[in-house]
């Protein structure tokens, strides 16, 4: 898988976009064209057939324009990704903006992402190191503080909490990911995967030497989902879900602790 890194553009010219105050070009060889239609078909692009698929002369083709009429209204495709990212961060609800606690407020969030990465999920071959920082992003994080803001955690804490949540949503949905690209890239399903191999595995595995793994199998802990659905899948599923909630629990019980360490002062 390729990654991508996000802010590879100029500077100036990608924050001018980002956050509106880039003039749109008054003439030019397509003078009917936008800077949103030109991300809008990017994006699109990309859900269909992926990042590696993106080019500036892809979107050209999609638009029905010449390529060099793109760059009229955005430089490069380091600009257009910075811009697809922040235009996809835009289609979550603020978690601030529910009704709920802190909890209900940060799973919102979780769920949030995790959807946004279902429908985008190039966006995970875009490294999270360097942020967009366009007005959506930057938008999204400033909310997911302040649901954590009066909780009992510090400000450091406070970072550490948003992170951590968006962190385990990306990582879960990164393992959903490469489920589908390993059948996409190779050709192979994973049923057919695992047809090869099953059969060959069971004559070298012995239950006594693996009695654990043995007694969770035999309680059904590998058995296909009764509904038919992609084992992998429904198991990425099930993992999200028990993880998110371990998450959760975990940043439940520091708030609990430092209440019970302020009582006793």
């Not at 279902?118 to 999204?140: I, K």
């Not at 503080?145 to 385990?168: C, P």
């Not at 995967?193 to 969770?216: G, H, N, Q, S």
């Amino acid at each position: 898988m390729t990654t991508e890194y996000g802010g590879r553009g100029d500077p100036q010219r990608s924050l001018e976009l980002l956050w509106g105050t880039r003039k749109s070009p008054s003439r030019g060889p397509a003078p009917g064209l936008s800077v949103e239609q030109i991300v809008q078909a990017a994006i699109e692009i990309a859900d269909a057939e992926g990042l590696t698929a993106l080019s500036m002369r892809r979107v050209a083709e999609r638009l029905a324009v010449g390529t060099m009429s793109l760059y009229t209204y955005i430089p490069g495709k380091a600009e257009l990704l910075d811009l697809m990212l922040d235009t996809i961060f835009g289609e979550e609800t603020n978690p601030a903006s529910i009704e709920g606690n802190w909890r209900a407020r940060l799973e919102l969030r979780a769920r949030e992402d995790w959807a946004l990465f279902q429908r985008h999920s190039w966006a995970l071959q875009v490294s999270s190191v360097r942020a967009g920082l366009g007005p959506n992003e930057t938008g999204l994080f400033d909310a997911t503080l302040y649901v954590v803001s009066e909780i009992g955690l510090s400000a450091r804490e406070m970072v550490a909490a948003v992170n951590l949540i968006a962190g385990y949503v990306r990582g879960a949905a990164t393992g959903v990911m490469e489920v589908a690209l390993a059948a996409q890239q190779t050709g192979i399903s994973d049923e057919q995967w695992w047809a090869a191999r099953e059969p060959i595995l069971d004559t070298y595995f012995d239950p006594k030497r693996f009695p654990t793994a043995t007694r969770v199998a035999i309680e059904g802990a590998f058995d296909p989902p009764a509904d038919g659905t992609n084992y992998f899948l429904s198991n990425a599923l099930y993992d999200f879900e028990f993880g998110l909630q371990r998450v959760l629990d975990g940043i439940e019980a520091l708030i609990l602790h430092r209440s019970e360490q302020a009582e006793q002062r």
